[in-house]
């Protein structure tokens, strides 16, 4: 169980700061990107009347992503907001599942990557608010029910993106930890594809949709 | 009586062993025995389909138990686990593995206990959706492991990873600290979560077509309602990976243990709450679908007051940890 809690980083000297790159988490980050776009050129490539099985599997996801936005945001929002879900809800649904390839490593296991998503979406559901309430009503929120509450608004809004991403890093990860630890007691038998099917492929699908519905949540919120 | 720094590193983990388990069978037991509560009720309402009512109930109950599973694994593996270099530091770290899973597995016990009574229920009530209610309260359930999941995930970082030479003084206190912020704040999320996938499993056997909505607003009510626990996962991280700048005075260790403390309780409050209005949501959103907007958004705003407690726990495990 050496390897619980070891990366493997470049650190790179850079004008007296270091940078440090987790090498794993990029290469698997990039594995999903390639998947991703194979499969969208497979299902956008001979677009027919009559769908061939991946072009249906395509069109299957993102009505239903879109059915999704559509309720949270209005059909007018849905066409500026619907691309970002399907992609979001796709990166992070093959994300999840990459655990269970042997060798490959899940993105998501790695907080910087939920983070990163976790902002990603914070920044996207304010900017909207400011558009879509202007700038003088969506800073005015911050001081209701009273002006002091404002510190206290903020630090709640700010809670919203650790909650997003620490959700989804310590479900991935703990599934890779408990995954680990009872495939090195088990010496590898018997359990462990059992333990990959619940944790990577079901908890890996409800995990994703939830970050994709809060995001979409998130938006809806500001946007009202 | 002189005492080696082996026997306390063993003694700490026997004690480790004994409250994981001990403390990781009070709710599982409580959710199973809801769950076969609702199913007698449930087969004397319609006995004719008691084989389905009897076979999801056993399947509710199985998944109920995990949580008290992962305090078994967490407990065995304290009362066998060998340690290569004893040492006080250690001593400690089990002793919170333990604390962290035993309490940790409490709400997620109970709570998944619910989905599977109402799903026994509503089959009673609804005999040609057994299979959408088994496979809803599946969803709900195995969501409500999530904050036993996070548990055990620190109770296995305490452990097993080596955190190097931390000086003694005063990061015993910062793992005890981390334990007790996980497996308290995991209390009210789990059974928060559960309150939400029982009325999830309610209302789809009361109005079958709305079952997309409902299972939807389920699991964004048990994703909220989950974050205490989430905000204890943080301030345990925080804990267990900081380093503390050593110091024999015992209020620098007071305060990374009053951290977990705050944190801890702060959490079971807000959790159990947002489960609350979680449930409210998910049941009325089954009777009256076209709404299922509103409801959701004024379940989110509730939820976001409710879980004003927890930030401000939070707030102040962050100051104990940092200013103090």
């Known amino acids: 169980m050496g390897e619980l809690g070891k990366l493997h980083q470049l650190i790179i000297p850079f004008f007296g700061h270091t940078i440090t790159l987790n090498l794993e988490v990029i290469v698997m980050t990039w594995i999903v990107f390639t998947m991703l776009i194979i499969l969208g050129l497979f299902a956008g490539r001979k677009k027919k009347i009559l769908p061939g099985p991946i072009q249906a599997f395509g069109e299957l996801i993102v009505s239903m992503l879109y059915g999704l936005t559509e309720d949270a945001l209005g059909k007018e929002r849905a066409k500026t907001y619907g691309p970002l879900v399907c992609a979001l809800f796709m990166f992070l649904l093959l994300s999840n599942w990459l655990g269970i390839i042997p060798h490959l490593e899940e993105p998501t296991k790695d907080l910087n990557t939920t983070l990163g998503l976790g902002i990603m979406g914070f920044v996207i559901a304010h900017y909207a608010g400011i558009k879509s309430k202007g700038f003088k009503a969506y800073i005015k929120e911050y001081f209701q029910p009273i002006f002091f509450m404002m510190p206290l608004n903020l630090i709640g809004e700010l809670a919203k993106i650790v909650s997003i991403s620490f959700r989804l890093f310590g479900n991935i990860m703990g599934g890779s930890i408990i995954i680990l630890v009872v495939s090195s007691l088990t010496y590898s038998v018997v359990l462990p594809p059992f333990l990959y099917a619940f944790f990577g492929l079901f908890v890996g699908t409800i995990q994703a949709f939830v970050f994709t519905m809060l995001t979409i949540v998130y938006i809806s919120v500001q946007v009202r | ?324």
């Open chain 2, 1 to 324: 009586m002189a005492v080696d720094v082996e026997t306390v590193v063993k003694i700490a983990a026997y004690a480790g062993g004994g409250m994981a388990m001990g403390f990781g069978a009070i709710g599982a037991a409580i959710g199973e025995g809801y769950t076969a509560a609702r199913a007698n009720l449930a087969i004397s309402r319609n006995p004719k389909i008691s084989g389905e009512i009897f076979k999801n109930m056993l399947v509710g109950q199985a998944v109920a138990e995990s949580a008290s599973i992962f305090a078994l694994v967490i407990a065995i593996l304290l009362l066998f686990l060998d340690v290569p270099v004893p040492s006080l530091l250690k001593a400690s770290a089990l002793l919170a593995a333990g604390i962290s899973m035993g309490f940790g597995a409490i709400g997620s016990g109970v709570g998944s206990g619910y989905p599977g009574g109402e799903a026994c229920f509503g089959i009673a009530k609804q005999p040609e959706i057994a299979s959408q209610l088994t496979t809803n309260m599946l969803i709900g359930s195995a969501v409500c492991q999530t904050p036993a999941i996070f548990s055990m995930v620190v109770a296995l970082m305490l452990m097993f990873i080596e955190f190097g030479n931390a000086p003694l003084y005063p990061t015993w206190a910062a793992y005890l600290g981390a334990g007790l912020s996980m497996g308290l704040a995991a209390i009210g999320s789990g059974y928060g979560g559960g309150l939400a996938a029982g009325a999830s499993c309610e209302g789809i056997s009361r109005h079958p077509k709305t079952a997309a909505s409902v299972t939807t607003i389920m699991l964004v009510g048990q994703a909220v309602s989950q974050t205490p626990s989430i905000f204890g996962l943080l301030i345990s991280f925080i804990l267990m990976f900081k380093s503390f700048p050593e110091s024999t005075s015992l209020s620098a260790a007071m305060a990374l243990l009053a951290a977990g403390i705050c944190m801890g309780f702060g959490g079971i409050g807000p959790g159990i709450g947002n489960g609350m209005a979680a449930e409210g949501a998910v049941r009325w959103v089954a009777r009256n679908v076209e709404h299922a907007g509103d409801l959701m958004r004024i379940m989110l705003v509730g939820q976001a007051v409710s879980q004003s407690t927890a930030i401000y726990a939070m707030v102040v495990s962050l100051v104990l940890i940092f200013v103090v």
